[in-house]
Nanobody, 123 residues
Framework: QVELVESGGGLVQDGGSLRLSCATS????????MGWFRQAPGKEREFVAG????????PYAESVKGRFTVSKSNAKNIVYLQMNILKPEDTAIYFC????????????????WGPGTQVTVSS
């Protein structure tokens, strides 16, 4: 069974940084593309960043480009989302997701999801 667990969320001030982690199984890490999504209260789930199974394709949402960086640790089977220069509008629950094939920005094509981790950015 594919299982994803996010960690690293918390409360940070405007301009601060956080690093989210998504722990995966070896099978998931080696055969799936991964995506980071977020959902604010009353809003639709939106794409944040993704990384292909080989690590060569790392798309980002325009709103986070230049501030967030997605990466992978082959040794630890962990996908990271480094978030810098955080803004109040980044406040949301952040989810890690996995899918077969090419990385995509549409949440509906992802098959597996973690429970999410809360990120709150105060002014």
């Amino acid at each position: 069974q594919v299982e994803l667990v996010e960690s690293g969320g918390g409360l940070v001030q405007d301009g601060g940084s956080l690093r989210l982690s998504c722990a995966t199984s070896e099978q998931t890490f080696s055969t799936y593309s991964m995506g980071w999504f977020r959902q604010a209260p009353g809003k639709e789930r939106e794409f944040v960043a993704g990384i292909s199974w080989g690590g060569g394709d790392t798309p980002y949402a325009e709103s986070v480009k230049g501030r967030f960086t997605v990466s992978k640790s082959n040794a630890k089977n962990i996908v990271y989302l480094q978030m810098n220069i955080l803004k109040p509008e980044d406040t949301a629950i952040y989810f890690c997701a996995a899918k077969r094939g090419l990385v995509r920005a549409s949440p509906e094509v992802y098959d597996y999801w973690g429970p999410g981790t809360q990120v709150t950015v105060s002014s």
